[in-house]
């Protein structure tokens, strides 16, 4: 059983427990003793199985709780929250649903359990029925900061884009903040989608709104870079290019794949702007993902590169990449099995780390987060 539920499983308890006891101090000494410790008593043993690491019998106390007094909507919302945290989702979804059966259910207790209940949908990958409780609560409560993430996060995990950022406009007006760099990723994610369609002109529209908003936003630059590439456009590829590099050195190496897939350009002009670039900034992730992407073609291109560059891996990592490339005689096996295994990029928020680069971190959901992984090896 993990903290969080313990957490949770506490916290629950221990405010349950004052819920129950401190009404009767105050208008219910009335009430017969024994029906309050027939309340009371299953919180107390709850709260000592937990202490105990008991976490599934204190459950058990939640539930005794529950049935004895079945008229409390707070209990029934602790319990909902324990039940999700075990990743029991149905029972999760029952127990809100019924409350929200309820006649005479306080507004501020509806909107609490249409809430949770669309929590319940999106933790157990129900996504669309999530959106519609999450839209059924913004009806009643249009400025649900919450409700607005939670809705915005599903739109962007279904890539449904334009909906994402419809939403995104609603929570700057809600918080009266800026998100131009999110919203700089989301008309890059519309650029990519219109690239991949065959839409170019549409894709040109979006990549320029979301470089407007953030010129370091490399998704966007890359369509455009693509878009010129593709069309003969050298001096605008390499403006776009000089840009990336200005304002994102660190995802500027991304663009190695792309020139190289434009061969006679990258032979007539693009190889002459990396090393250009290469020699003002000596950035080592440039160096290795040039080398491994022409080594990935031919070894013997990569080791004249190598060569030319002049470049001496500075740390461990940095060296295994590079003897990756080359299939280094003294340890072959060891040097590429560990390149197929390591990350390679850190999202700078969160710390998570994936082996292929995403726009957006799988954990925290920031945008723009994930960079290279460099510097020694822990």
Known sequence: ??????????????????????????????????????????????????????????????????????????????????????????????????????????????????????????????????????????????DHVPALKASLRIREQSHEWLEAEALLSRLEQVQNRSYHEHRAYLFAQMAEKCLRDGDDEQAGTYARKAIELAPGCAPACFVLIELALRDGRWPDAERMMRSLAEH?????????????????????????????????????????????????????????????LGFKPANLRARLRVEAVFEDERNPIFARAWRRQVNNYICEQCGVGVKELRWQCPQCHAWGSMHPQKGDIA
């Open 248 to 308: 994102n050195r660190e995802h500027f190496p991304l663009v190695v794949p792309l020139l190289l897939r434009f061969e006679q350009v990258y032979r007539d002009k693009g190889r002459a702007l990396l090393m250009e670039i290469w020699r003002d900034t000596h950035d080592e992730e440039l160096a290795l993902s040039w080398l491994e992407h022409v080594g990935a073609a031919d070894r013997q291109q990569a080791r004249a590169l190598l060569d030319e």
């Open 1 to 142: 059983m993990n903290t969080l539920l313990l957490a949770i499983m506490a916290a629950a308890l221990v405010a349950l427990l004052v819920l129950l006891l401190f009404p009767r101090r105050h208008g219910e000494e009335g009430e017969a003793q024994a029906s309050e410790d027939a309340r009371v008593s299953p919180l107390l043993r709850g709260i000592n199985y937990l202490l105990s690491d008991q976490p599934d019998r204190a459950l058990q106390e939640m539930v005794q709780v529950a049935r004895l007094r079945s008229e409390a909507a707070d209990v029934y919302m602790a319990l909902g929250e324990m039940f999700r945290a075990r990743g029991e989702y149905g029972r999760a979804v029952r127990i809100h649903q019924n409350l929200l059966a309820r006649p005479g259910l306080s507004p501020e207790m509806k909107r609490a359990a249409q809430y949770a209940l669309a929590v319940d949908f999106q933790t157990g990958g129900l996504l669309d029925r999530a959106l519609k409780q999450y839209r059924k609560l913004l009806e009643l409560e249009p």
